[in-house]
């Protein structure tokens, strides 16, 4: 089975930096992506990670370790354009599909 | 076209009627999935076509949910005798190749059912 486990919400203050995990058990692993997904909107892509390490882009930034099935997306400086679901997906090979978590809703407030 | 295509954007309908939800991707994209969306939840898988392979549709919830797909062009999820449950976002995405690619979505079709 599959199992990707992520907090269901967060709460931050603008300017500050703020971590969300996702965790993951999967059958077969080829890479891990993160989205952001605004109230009524479609999900647009952030990140994709597939070798262990930080990949960082301008105020975002994701993390992946493979062994322990762990990825964080960490946001810094926050606006409140920031609030936002954040999704964490991971392409399963054994399935040749991408599977998303629940999500976790982050609320930046002044 | 320039992005993922979703028609009807909106759909209210009564119970246990019939409804059809187009996805029109981006042109040269072989790789097309749905997911659906409950208010306040994740994506939940429902089907994955990949060019002319046979789809994978080990997530659709029941039998009253079919989808169609000829080709790499537009895809159709049809929902059956719809029930108070299947109220949700309907998104589509598609992509490029078959490996890890980066998904595009659509705006989503908002079913809502009476």
């Known amino acids: 089975g599959q199992n990707i486990d992520q907090p269901t919400e967060m709460t931050a203050t603008e300017g500050a930096i703020v971590q969300i995990n996702c965790t993951y058990q999967?059958?077969?692993?080829?890479?891990l992506f993160w989205y952001q997904q605004h109230a009524g909107e479609a999900p647009t892509f952030l990140s994709y990670?597939?070798?262990?390490g930080l990949e960082e882009k301008g105020r975002f930034s994701s993390f992946l370790s493979r062994s322990k099935g762990y990825s964080y997306l960490l946001l810094k400086e926050l606006q409140m354009k920031d609030s936002a679901s954040y999704l964490c997906?991971?392409?399963?090979?054994?399935?040749?599909?991408?599977?998303f978590g629940a999500g976790t809703r982050l609320a930046v407030h002044p | 076209g320039a992005g993922v295509s979703q028609s009807p954007s909106n759909k209210v309908t009564e119970k246990g009627k019939d409804v059809e939800l187009r996805c029109d991707p981006i042109?040269?994209?072989?790789?097309l999935y749905w997911y659906r969306q409950r208010l306040g939840q994740g994506l939940e898988f429902l089907i994955y076509?990949?060019?002319?392979?046979?789809?994978?549709k080990s997530g659709l919830p029941s039998d009253r949910f079919s989808a169609e797909r000829t080709g790499e062009s537009v895809s159709t999820l049809t929902i059956q005798r719809t029930q108070q449950e299947d109220s949700a976002v309907y998104l589509c995405?598609?992509?490029?190749?078959?490996?890890?690619?980066?998904?595009?979505f659509g705006a989503g079709s908002r079913l809502t059912v009476l």
């Open positions: 995405a598609s992509t490029t190749g078959s490996g890890a690619n980066v998904l595009t």
């Open positions: 999967t059958s077969g692993f080829n890479g």
């Open positions: 990670n597939v070798l262990d």
């Open positions: 997906a991971v392409f399963s090979g054994g399935y040749n599909k991408l599977i």
């Open positions: 042109s040269g994209h072989t790789a």
């Open positions: 076509f990949q060019g002319n392979s046979a789809p994978d």
